[in-house]
């Protein structure tokens, strides 16, 4: 699967950028996401740099008849009606495994976003990992992995860290992609 994804970017004229994360555990934000296409991209950014890419969905998406392949894709089905919330099923989630790469779309959708969505923020907050940026840019038809922020807590401070990182990278849609800004940002509060 790995070669098969590096010779078909290779073969479209893409270049890979960056080296595989040295974490075993990590949070990893996939943006710039403006087409449905973009996921398949982040999954060979994955399987090039052996990153250990797990993304999180509705529970309902494991189950019979595409449960085994979802599971496979990488997918971590969380309960939306349980009294637990998402940070602390994922927090929960990385406690069990020795090896986990959670990968987000901060942007949520394809389409324009007013803002991100922080649940990348809070979750690395409360496992104490390290947010890894990975990246797809079309206009330059580069794809890889990027920098690292240790997130302090200072949310204006980590944010202006990433916005630095993402700036000048475009999406396959340009027009879909919203400003790098989490509502913590607009409040003060993280």
């Known amino acids: 699967m790995r070669w098969l994804a590096d010779r078909y970017l290779r073969w479209r004229g893409w270049e890979w950028v960056g080296e595989r994360p040295a974490f075993a555990k990590f949070v990893a934000i996939a943006a710039p996401h403006t087409t449905n296409w973009d996921f398949l991209v982040f999954l060979a950014v994955a399987r090039h740099f052996n990153i250990p890419a797990k993304v999180i969905g509705k529970h309902s998406l494991v189950r019979w008849p595409f449960g085994t392949l979802m599971r496979r894709l990488g997918v971590i089905p969380v309960r939306r009606d349980s009294g637990e919330g998402l ?20 942007e949520g ?10 649940g990348f923020y809070h979750i690395a907050r409360a496992a104490d990992l ?8 079309y206009e330059h038809k580069r794809a890889g992995v990027g920098g690292v922020v240790h997130l302090t807590g200072d949310v204006m401070a ?14 396959k849609r340009p027009e879909n992609q919203g400003p790098i800004v989490i509502r913590e940002e607009e409040s003060g509060n993280p």
């Open 87 to 106: 940070v602390e099923q994922m927090t929960a989630e990385y406690a069990t495994r020795d090896r986990m790469a959670l990968v987000i779309a901060p």
């Open 109 to 118: 959708t394809r389409g324009r976003a007013p803002t991100w969505r922080s």
């Open 130 to 137: 390290p947010v890894v940026m990975t990246f797809i840019d």
């Open 158 to 171: 980590d944010m202006a860290t990433i916005r630095a990182f993402y700036s000048g990278i475009k999406g």
